[in-house]
């Protein structure tokens, strides 16, 4: 009964992907987006591991496969969004079922940090394998795959030379020609966080007045709708995560979008992780550890970046073909969990700016 309520869970879940490589919070299934919810999610009797999540299970589904091929352990995975699956393991404190919390975002991971529901990890192997920027310094979260946050172009339109930072998108010879995503997202959440790390509140809230006075079209509600309205000639430069791009040069190699590096002079382009944590209250702690340090080890990078046309953490590995061909670029060093203890100062100067 309990594998088929498992199966059954999975089938809905597979029903609710999204473009962004999360999924949208399953209307029926157990802990619904709406309210936290302590009923036991369906997990099968003889998991050895469990995964709350909000990674789609067509990414990470392949992974755990893989795993349970090399090592004979089984893997199940509870999907929702990000923060319904947070409120949960709050809810179940010493109760729950899980043993890594897995998102997207540094914003999500410092979140769950903060809730007291992850635990410190010591691991030579992750420690070596992650680069210090991209995990949490108290060890409670590592980055598994990277994302860039960066400009594109249209090329008919646009030079790169014409091109430089995220704050030069607010000077004059942009206006009416860049596009935003919504300040919702808590990907531009992110971004501002980490140019106030950067430049500080007044420069940044200058910043992000002067895109908002150069808006092409109201604010969009994902990044692709925006690549396609930067194809489309309807804006001419504008930020987007770098695996939304991947995907539509999957479809079609020749769009007419480029990508360039931001702030490749001063200190880098914006990176974000998706990454895990071990929970505090986890059963499997050890086999928690060392499925973190298979998913961060050369074996297993390749296959977990790929996935969503994402870089590698572990430097040892190359990207995917198609990220390959965008060309090296210097990351801003700056420690990813600043985009999360950032974040709520970054939404009232999102607001303030009139950035919707
Ligand atoms: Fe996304």
Redesign the pocket.
Known sequence: MKKTLFLLAVAVGTLCLV????KSAPKDAAGAAEKPVVAAPAIPADAQLVIYTSRAEQLIKPIAQAYEKETGVKVAFVSDKAGPLMERLVAEGSNTPADIFMV?DAGNLWQASQKGVLQPIESAVLTANVPAHLRDPKNEWFGLSVRARTIFFNKDKVKAEQLSTYQDLASDKWKGKLCLRSSKTV?NQSLVAMLTADDGKEATEQTVKGWVANLAAPEFAD?TKLLEAIAAGQCEVGIA?S??YGRLLEKNPNLNVGVFWANQKGKGAHVNISGAGVVKNAKHKPAAVAFLEWLSSEKAQGLFADSNLEFPVNAKIKPNSIVTAWGEFKQSQINVSQAGSGQADAVILMDKAGYK
Do not use: K, L, S, T
């Open positions: 473009a962004c490589g999360e997207v990907y990044d995560n695996y939304y």
